[in-house]
């Protein structure tokens, strides 16, 4: 008989973390990875990282041992970043002193697609670890297994913790929203029909790396001439998001989700090292989406990320109309483009 000492060596399992789309953004951090404001996102479908963990005797005495490999092979930079993670927050690991760690990760995005993969490589990462952990102590995975993954993966990358839940997520301490919290995020369950089986297109504008790095961006919030207002702003309307879901007021949905998409650029343009995201294809792309809207009457919004990439947002019961111009009427504007959908979570993809 193994002990389970020895089960442990050999120990693998693999979780599937989907991405998702900031409906409010954040945008601003402070001390450990606390949120300068909240923020409520869409969970995808079909845009996820898969991440395989399994532990085995460590072979050096480094504190961290882990080989990364991402797609097949060693990814050095970002396993510097994951390496790092896991050492800062060593007290979640366990077997962190004993074990190496060998983490094979893949997207189901193509690597080029310009689409943040942090939010669902550091879920995938977290849930994984954590798991481990949990089995190693003999804990439920109930609900306290994904907030406590949730907070994990916060601290890999803030957007990544509100990944854990299906549909709607929320992170981010608010007056307004009972248990909210800077640590973990939460899921908004009281979602109204009108908002049930969201489609998200995303169109890849431009697939190069990011310009600027979501750290360095989050620091120029530090001094923005802006920066509290739109804390406040972004606050007021998370909490007044909460209600619009539950209402069903697709109207006011439309307008803050692209004002929130503006306001996103336009702070990047205003800070006092300016830079600049979208490109022609961009705004061409929003330009026709507003007259289409306009001219059929059909609820269709767009949102961007840090980056020139547009989703496009839609409910499925219009979605043949909108992908009938997504695929003509738009054309010129991507390279690319990837339907995706909300989706209901992470999941766990071996016993
Ligand atoms: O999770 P980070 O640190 O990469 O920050 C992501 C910030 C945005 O994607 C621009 C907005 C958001 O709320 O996801």
Not at 210 to 220: A, D, E, F, P
């Amino acid at each position: 008989m193994e002990t389970d000492k020895e089960l442990m060596n050999n120990v693998k399992v693999t979780w599937r973390c989907p991405s998702n789309i900031a409906i409010v953004k954040y945008w601003g951090k402070k001390g450990i990875q606390i949120p300068c404001n909240s923020s409520l996102s869409l969970t995808l479908s079909n845009s996820f990282t898969e991440v395989e963990a399994q532990l085995s005797d460590k072979t050096t005495d480094e504190a961290v041992q882990l080989s990364y490999f991402f797609e097949g092979a060693v990814n050095e930079k970002f396993g510097q970043r994951v390496a790092k993670f896991l050492e800062d927050n060593r007290e979640f690991f366990p077997f962190i002193a004993e074990k190496a760690i060998t983490i094979n990760s893949s997207n189901s995005f193509p690597h080029s697609a310009g689409i943040a993969s942090s939010a669902s490589a550091f879920g995938a990462i977290s849930l994984a670890l954590l798991d481990i952990s949990y089995s190693m102590e003999g804990k439920e995975k109930d609900e306290a297994f994904y907030r406590e993954a949730s907070n994990l993966a916060r601290l890999g990358s803030g957007s990544a913790s509100r990944s854990m839940y299906p549909a709607f997520a929320q992170w981010g301490e608010n007056d307004k929203i009972q248990h909210s919290s800077n640590q973990y995020a939460i899921e908004i369950t009281d979602i109204h029909p009108t908002f049930r089986n969201m489609k998200d297109a995303i169109l890849i504008i431009e697939d190069e790396p990011k310009k600027v790095s979501s750290s360095v961006g989050h620091s120029l919030m530090n001094n923005h001439p802006y920066a509290e207002n739109r804390f406040k702003q972004a606050n007021e309307r998370t909490a007044e998001l909460v209600n619009i879901l539950k209402t069903g007021d697709m109207e006011a949905f439309i307008h803050m989700c692209e004002s929130e998409a503006l306001t996103l650029h336009a702070m990047m343009m205003t800070s006092m090292d300016y830079y600049l995201l979208v490109k022609p294809g961009t705004i061409t792309a929003i330009e026709k989406l507003m007259e289409f809207r306009k001219e059929n009457n059909i609820p269709v919004c767009f949102t961007l990320d840090a980056g020139p990439n547009v989703h496009v947002l839609y409910p499925k019961a219009y979605e043949k109309q909108v992908e009938a111009f997504i695929n003509n009427g738009l054309r010129d504007t991507y390279k690319k483009v990837i339907f995706d959908q909300e989706g209901n979570g992470p999941t766990k993809l071996n016993s």
